[in-house]
């Protein structure tokens, strides 16, 4: 069965450093996304992607937060100078359709430690 | 703003009873609702969904029902089985917005 894979599944990293969360989504998806969920709290959506550009960002997905997608297999989250507060499991989802968000695949996840 | 809650952090149930789970949302532009299950280490897995033109929907052992007037739904499993033990999460959205999660409660099915 496809799978949406993440790496690493743990980083830690100190504050002001900027990370790289990579997520390889199924391979015939069009649409992507990123969730996170600091400990003990709900899971939080903060992007969608398609066709090469963001559809839709919440208000966590601030400057400091960026998307891409470099190779056509790849996704990847960027966090350019991180916080304590961004310390969280963040997951990453993909879809065939918008409309089908029950179809939304999760990868199991990268637990991110900012010290 | 919470809008989804989940007022349970955990529940205990025996096998072979039925766990219910409750789920209960403020926006009342909400239209369609999803139950997730999360093992540790996992991703979240699609359970089951409920559009708000249904107030009941079912898929084997695990049925959602959803009371509009009071935006109340909840997840019942009958009979309970020990790979049931998961952390459930209550989505919502409104037509053409993304999810809103609830935070979650912690089902464990003693055997």
């Known amino acids: 069965e496809p799978e949406v894979t993440q790496t690493p599944s743990h980083q830690v990293t100190q504050m002001g450093q900027e990370v790289i969360l990579r997520c390889v989504p199924i391979?015939?998806?069009?649409?992507f996304y990123w969730y996170r969920q600091i400990l003990g709290q709900k899971v939080e959506f903060l992007v969608s992607?398609?066709?090469?550009?963001?559809?839709?960002k919440s208000e966590i997905f601030d400057d400091q937060f960026s998307v891409e997608r470099p190779d056509g297999s790849n996704f990847t989250l960027k966090i350019r100078s991180t916080k304590l507060e961004d310390s969280a499991m963040y997951f990453c989802?993909?879809?065939?359709?918008?409309?089908?968000?029950?179809?939304?695949?999760f990868g199991p996840g990268t637990r991110l430690l900012v010290l | 703003d919470q809008q989804v809650k989940q007022n349970s952090p955990s529940l205990s149930v025996q096998e072979g009873r039925i766990s219910i789970l409750n789920c209960d949302y403020t926006?009342?532009?909400?239209?369609?609702f999803l139950w997730y299950k999360k093992y540790p280490a996992e991703g979240p897995t699609f359970l089951i969904s409920?559009?708000?033109?249904?107030d009941k929907n079912e898929d084997g052992r695990f049925t959602v029902f959803l009371n509009k007037s009071a935006k109340h739904l909840s997840l019942h499993i009958v009979p309970s089985q020990p790979g049931d033990s998961a952390v459930y999460f209550c989505a919502a959205r409104s037509y053409g917005q993304n999810f809103v999660f609830g935070p979650g409660t912690r089902l464990s099915v003693l055997p």
């Open positions: 989802a993909s879809s065939e359709e918008r409309v089908k968000e029950e179809t939304q695949y």
């Open positions: 992607f398609y066709n090469n550009e963001i559809s839709e």
């Open positions: 926006n009342s532009m909400f239209d369609y």
């Open positions: 409920i559009s708000s033109i249904k």
């Open positions: 391979s015939n998806h069009l649409y």
